[in-house]
């Protein structure tokens, strides 16, 4: 039988594997400590999960639009409008079955066969896979870690060809923690009107910032770059809310009709009570959401100078997401038990055998010399396992 050849170059997710791995062996007892989430370890606040039961009892279970309640495309409109400085009617907002979806619907909606889309180095998993869902070719930004991961002018002025298209920016990154600063924003704002590339915008960490700068939606930036941006947003990350599958898109009429098309004949609506406990999300009590801000700052505190003690570990400090990227290359290609760390995978692996610690390997997001610990786990666990890693390191 001849399958899809498109499905068949799709990578499985190497984040799923080792925690998969990870959660066999916790299964069968073993006392693992996993810095794999992608996801807050808190609960959804509980003014939400009463609006979610609200919802059912008042029986708001049934098919809602396919592009989401308008209840829903008002709330996030009044947030875009107070938080972000940015102006949207309902026909400009998709809500979908998360962030994940409205990326999916974004690229079947704006590439034809060819189209060149700019990611930077190091990616989320699934931009480079949902590009080529849709028919367009992912091409690669190196990064330099001394720069914070950030993409440059240069770097991006190289990559360019006739059949650039868009410009993924995550600000803050998943996984490398960076936010752009505004002059930075302006840069690449001027970068895609120049060479008339639409921005695809991802901000769903925007709320988990722990410097001093708020977060700034590069489609606030000029009427050029609202016209060319498509901002992508949702609930999972900032109210800890992965499981209900609810983010959302805002951009022009044009191509957020067209999303709204393709959604409709996928998945049609986001589940409808969700949509509705969204809309408490959005417009109640934002209290909850100060104190996981808090909790992670300190993790990642303390996260950040423990790595840096470690010989041979080095990190740099994010200033946003909960992750951080540690850079593994002093022991690359030296051993441990007669096993070569050879690149990031080894690093995983070994280290999940010997110390019962579990991270995702920087290749996953297209870096070898790397590993990412998520600091979605309590203080305890962070404590524990980062001293596992430090003395797996000292024995390499
Ligand atoms: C988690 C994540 C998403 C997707 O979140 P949803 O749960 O689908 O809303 C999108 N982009 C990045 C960078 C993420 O880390």
Redesign the pocket.
């Known amino acids: 039988m001849v399958l899809s050849k498109k499905a068949k170059q799709i990578t499985t997710s190497l984040t799923l594997d080792i925690t998969a791995k990870a959660k066999k062996m916790k299964a069968e007892g073993i006392d693992v400590i996993g810095f794999g989430a ?2 807050p370890d808190f609960d959804t606040p509980k003014n939400i999960q009463e609006a979610a039961i609200k919802a059912i009892k008042e029986g708001r279970t049934r098919y809602t639009a396919a592009s989401g309640i308008i209840e829903l495309k008002q709330a996030i409109i009044g947030k875009l409008k107070r938080e972000n400085n940015l102006t949207y009617t309902p026909a400009q907002i998709i809500v ?8 999916a619907n974004v690229f079947q909606a704006i590439l034809n066969p060819g189209d060149e889309v700019l990611i930077g180095v190091p990616y ?1 998993v ?2 480079p896979e949902l590009v080529k869902l849709a028919d367009g070719e992912p091409i690669y930004i190196e990064t330099e870690e001394i720069n914070e991961f950030k993409l440059t002018i240069a770097s991006l002025n190289r990559a360019l060809t006739s059949k650039s298209k868009a410009i993924i920016l ?1 600000s803050p ?2 996984p490398t923690g960076t936010v752009y600063s505004k002059d930075e924003l302006m840069e690449i704002a001027d970068f895609a009107k120049i060479n008339n590339l639409i921005i695809i915008s ?1 901000e ?2 925007e709320k988990l910032l722990y410097g001093s700068n708020d977060h700034i939606s590069i489609a606030s930036l000029s009427e050029d770059a609202y016209r060319r941006t498509i901002v ?1 947003n ?4 900032a109210y800890a ?2 499981g209900w ?3 959302y898109a805002a951009g022009s009429t044009e191509t957020v009709s067209l999303m709204s098309n393709i959604q409709s004949h996928t998945t049609s609506n986001p589940n409808s009570i969700a949509q509705y406990a969204s809309v408490e999300a959005l417009n109640g009590n934002q209290d909850d959401i100060g104190k996981m801000i808090g909790q992670f700052k300190l993790r990642r505190d303390y996260m950040v100078e423990k790595i840096n003690s470690i010989n041979n570990l080095s990190c740099i400090k994010p200033e946003g ?1 909960f992750y951080v990227m540690v850079n593994i290359g002093d022991v690359l290609n030296k051993s441990i038990d007669g096993k070569v760390i050879k690149d990031s995978i080894a690093f995983s692996d070994v280290l999940l055998e010997k110390e019962k610690v579990a991270v995702i390997p920087g290749i996953a997001f297209g870096v070898d010399n790397f590993i990412r610990l998520s600091y979605a786990t309590s203080m305890e666990n962070i404590k524990i396992g980062l001293d596992r890693i430090a003395r797996f390191v000292e024995n390499i």
Do not use: F, H, P, V
Not at 96 to 103: D, R, Y
Not at 234 to 237: A, E, I, P, V
């Open positions: 992608g996801e979908s079955a998360g962030a994940k979806q409205c990326l989320w699934s931009y995550n990154n998943n991802d769903i960490y992508i949702g609930l999972s990350k809310m992965t599958r609810i983010g997401a």
